[in-house]
């Protein structure tokens, strides 16, 4: 297709070739400035508008000041040192740890003894209502170390202190568990502290043949106390089994102290002071009471002198007169017997024995049997 035809093969105007021959010109001319840079207007109005974009930026933050300034650096010291805090807290309980689990196999006179011992004192603070058995185990733990201290050779002081530590956790524990059993009245712990006492006393006969001779005596010291331990509990097993309930009499350093049970029907002790019980007869009637004896009248007693008589009751100590007796008479200053006074009301004769006597008149007895006149 030539420029003078379009697309259907007809001819073209002159004016439209003119116009597209124009255009294909300028399209030209733009091309060739396209393959060099931007011109320099172009370049100079671009950087002065980045230039104002870049001076309406909002500005940075003012720097904190006063006390602001002062808390914000604390707060990370702060934190560093909890951060630091923690990770030492961290490293002291697994060391700790460590240190515990390597000083469980430690005997007396190694360097982790004592912390050993330590950690037991913890173990029995935490142990609340088992502190009796726990006590128990540890005497177990100190046979254990004896064994060690048979084989190693170990000086007699230390083989005596533990022998020591092991008496007073025996005693302590055997106490405790005592207590407790009766006080829950269950013969299980009493069976498991016998069958404990018996295994401890085995071991510390087989033992005492190996420790230091001058530790004998306190070996067997130990065997003693822990053959009393075991019979102790087989008694209070005995006496938890009673009828009344368990059978004690009072404590000492074993703990409660076994009693015989008593016997069926018979009457607790009364408390002093209190009135004895009268035992009823067989065909249930009471027995009488045994008979009060009458009291014995007193006899009237009259007395002479100057300026009359006076009636007296017998000094403590003097016999009685017995019933029916005349009362003696005393002499007047004449010679003359002074009769008896009669008793008013009655026949003049002495009260039976039967009845209440009435009471002695405390009449004076005049000493003058003549005419006033003459007296």
Known sequence: MSPSHDAAGSPRPASVRDREAALEARLRALAADLDDGPAPGFRAATRARLVAMAA???????????????LRPGRGARRSRLTAAVAGAVLAVTATGALVALSTGAGPGDALYGLKRGTE?????????????????????????????????????????????????TTEGAALVSTEALGARDAAPLTALADWARQQRSGLADLRAALPGDTGGAATGSIDLVGRIGARAERLRTALSCAGGPATSGRDELGPVPAPCAAPGTPEPSAPGAPATVPA???????????????????????????????????????????????????????????????????????????????????????????????
């Open 56 to 70: 309406v930026r909002p500005p940075a933050p003012a720097p904190p000041r006063g006390l602001r300034a002062r």
């Open 121 to 169: 004192q913890t173990q029995l603070a935490l142990a609340g209502d088992e502190r009796g058995p726990t006590l128990l185990q540890l005497a177990t733990t100190r046979l254990q170390e004896l064994d060690g201290l048979a084989d190693g050779g170990a000086p007699a002081p230390l083989v005596r202190d533990t022998l020591a530590t092991m008496d007073a956790q």
């Open 281 to 375: 007869d067989p065909a249930g009637e009471t027995p009488p009471a045994a008979p009060t004896p009458d009291p014995v009248p007193a006899a009237p007693s009259s007395g002479g002198g100057s300026g009359g008589a006076t009636g007296s009751a017998p000094a403590p100590g003097a016999p009685t007169p017995p019933v029916g007796t005349p009362a003696p008479t005393t002499p007047a200053p004449d010679g003359g017997p002074v009769p008896p006074l009669p008793v008013p009301g009655g026949s003049g004769t002495s009260p039976s024995p039967s009845s209440t006597p009435p009471p002695v008149l405390d009449t004076p007895l005049s000493t003058c049997l003549l005419p006033p006149l003459l007296c």
